[in-house]
């Protein structure tokens, strides 16, 4: 623990350091990264440790920094909405599955029409 002198009083540091797993050295908890080891354990090391272990895993395995897919390009359908005279257009992958096609007007869904 850290100690300053400040004039006659002596105050202490009391800001909570944790050790790197890879380099052992003494770093603030704020510089702290978790990283995983194993299903069930994570490596507790610091800023520039967690950094290379990620640049060695990407290196090792590129297969794992491309998995996530880009999002197909959006297919606008334009709907009127009779019952309010609302124009608005949808996303024809989405409607249907991530929400319930409605109009955003009245949140009626009944009288809704397709336009071209």
Do not use: W
Request: net charge positive.
């Amino acid at each position: 623990m850290l100690t300053i002198k400040v004039g006659r009083v002596v105050r202490m540091d009391i800001r909570k350091t944790k050790t790197c797993e890879k380099c052992k050295k003494v770093v603030l908890i704020d510089q702290i990264r978790l990283f995983p080891k194993d299903d069930n354990i994570n490596l507790v090391v610091c800023g520039p440790c967690s950094e290379e272990l990620k640049k060695n895993i990407k290196d090792k395995n590129p297969t794992l920094s491309s998995k996530i897919a880009s999002l197909p390009i959006p297919e606008y359908t334009v709907f009127l909405c009779t019952r309010c005279n609302y124009n608005f257009r949808v996303d024809k992958a989405k409607a249907g599955l991530t929400y319930n096609l409605h109009c955003p007007y009245c949140g009626k869904p009944d009288r809704l029409k397709a336009q071209r």
